[in-house]
């Protein structure tokens, strides 16, 4: 048994020093890469692990973690 027929794999990784989830308010917070059946491992998304809320998307985990904390500090409730 194997796993050949997925096109590619999804993996999370637990970050920390982010921004709170700006709809739930927690810290648990992942980012998604995507490893292709060949090739390097491609940056996502940070998603909120609690939630299951998304961040922008980018090119680099910097770029992700930075999208995040604009987005969680313009979108977090007053
Ligand atoms: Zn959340």
Redesign the pocket.
Known sequence: MTNSHLPQQLALLSVSGLLP?P????AKLARVTRTPPEGEPEPICIQ?E????TGPTATTHDHLSALWDVRASTERPA
């Open positions: 989830c709809f739930c308010g927690m909120c609690t939630c299951g809320a």
